[in-house]
Every structure is written in structure tokens, then in C-alpha cells.
């Protein structure tokens, strides 16, 4: 007769390579973490732009800059995380929806550093360095140049409303999988444990 040693309540089972039930809690935060601030910096986009110039444009502004640099930073410890670490498999789907999904998130990590990236460039060469919270200066990787400037300013802008297409395409898709194809889809990326995670100890 085989025994097997019962596991420690504190003990954790062996390193594997097999394919995870759910995201792992640092891509969770990281998921909704910049979700968050994507949203909010796009609201804030929208809306200061409308102003007039002001203390409080100005304010806006900058709040948006260090969003933006938070979302490049946040974005690249998360693709360093993904590039690490296996995400759980597709559920269930057809195949031209699995690539659609794919090509949905693969298109989603180009925009998370394009986005900021564009932005960037277009400050320094409108002549407005960025400097982070206040006490980081960053360096300008283009030239001051007004026409320069001119030419960026509307790329910085398709490329946000492109990620925020691309957001609502995403977003519905996983409410399709919540409530229409019923396969826990959502439950991979919430925060807090699921049953099946309990018990595998993810
Ligand atoms: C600005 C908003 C959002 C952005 C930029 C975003 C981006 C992403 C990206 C890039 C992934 C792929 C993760 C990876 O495999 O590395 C992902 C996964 C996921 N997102 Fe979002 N997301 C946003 C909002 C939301 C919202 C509001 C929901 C829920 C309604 C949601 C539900 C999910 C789910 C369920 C997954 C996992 C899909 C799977 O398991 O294959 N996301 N998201």
C-alpha cells in the first residue's frame, strides 16, 4: 500500500509548468490597476483639452503627464510579468474568436506604450519637458520644434481613441463571456479567489 505524506496547512505544492486555472494576483492588479488609469486618463484628456488656458489647465495637464509615465512604467512590468508567467487557457470558443482575442490583447500592450510614448514626444517638442510629480525631470528624446509638435499632436490623439475603441471591444467581449457563454471567463481576472483556486492554491 503507497502512503503520501499529508501536506503541511502552510506547505505550497511544487513548482509547475502546467497551464494556471486563473491570472496570477500580480497580473490581476496590474490588469485593473491600469485599467483604472487608462480610464481615468482619457476622461481627463477629454476633458482638459476643452478648457481655457488657466492654473487649473495647466494643473490637468500635468496630472495627465504622470498618469501617462505611470501607465508606460505599469505597462512594462506587466509585459515582463506576462512574458514570464503562463496565462491560464482559452476557454472553450471558436477559433476565429480565440485569434480575435489575441490579436485584441497583443494590439492593447502595443497601444499601453504607444499612447504615452507619442505623448511624450509631443510635450518635449512642444518645448514642455516633463517632469514627473514634480521632482523627476525626464529626459526630451526629440528636439524642441513647433512643426515637430504640430505633426505629433494628432497621432497622440488617434492612437488614445484607438485604445479606447479597442477597451470597449475588450470589455464587451468579456461581458459576453460573463453573462451570454456563462464560462467563468471573468473569474480568471477578478480579484479574491475562486473555488477551483482554493483548491489548486493559486
Ligand atoms: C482600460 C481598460 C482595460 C484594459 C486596457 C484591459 C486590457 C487587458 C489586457 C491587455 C488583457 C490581456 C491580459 C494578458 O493576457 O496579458 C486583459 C485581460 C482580461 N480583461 Fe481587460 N482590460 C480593461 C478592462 C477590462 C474590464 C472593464 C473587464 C471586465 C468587464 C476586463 C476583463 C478582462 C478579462 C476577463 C481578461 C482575461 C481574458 C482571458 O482570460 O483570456 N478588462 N485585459
Known amino acids: 500500500m503507497r502512503h503520501t505524506a499529508p501536506l503541511a496547512s502552510n506547505a505550497r505544492p511544487p513548482m509547475t509548468t502546467a497551464t494556471p486555472a486563473r ?3 500580480t497580473a490581476i492588479a496590474l490588469h485593473w490597476v491600469l485599467a483604472l488609469a ?3 486618463s482619457f476622461g481627463f484628456g477629454l476633458y482638459m483639452t476643452g478648457l481655457s488656458f488657466s492654473p487649473q489647465r495647466v494643473k490637468l495637464y500635468n496630472w495627465h503627464k504622470w498618469a501617462g509615465i505611470c501607465i508606460l512604467t505599469l505597462s512594462a512590468l506587466r509585459l515582463l510579468w506576462r512574458l514570464t508567467h503562463k496565462p491560464p487557457a482559452d476557454p472553450p470558443m471558436p477559433a476565429w474568436q480565440a485569434r ?3 490579436a485584441t490583447h497583443g494590439l492593447l500592450y502595443v497601444l499601453f506604450f504607444a499612447v504615452p ?3 511624450w514626444a509631443y510635450s518635449s517638442a ?3 519637458p516633463i517632469v514627473v510629480f514634480g521632482v523627476l525631470p525626464l529626459p526630451d528624446f526629440v528636439p524642441v520644434d513647433k512643426a515637430l509638435a504640430d505633426a505629433i499632436k494628432p497621432f497622440h490623439k488617434y492612437l488614445a481613441y484607438a485604445l479606447a475603441a479597442l477597451v470597449l471591444v475588450h470589455v ?3 461581458l459576453k463571456h460573463q453573462f451570454l457563454d456563462r464560462d467563468g471567463l471573468l473569474s480568471r481576472m477578478w480579484p479574491g479567489r475562486t473555488r477551483a483556486a482554493r483548491i489548486t492554491r493559486i
Do not use: E, K, N
Open 117 to 119: 510614448l507619442v505623448g
Open 23 to 25: 491570472y496570477t494576483r
Open 126 to 128: 512642444a518645448g514642455f
Open 38 to 40: 487608462i480610464i481615468c
Open 172 to 174: 464587451g467581449a468579456a
Open 100 to 102: 480575435a482575442a489575441h
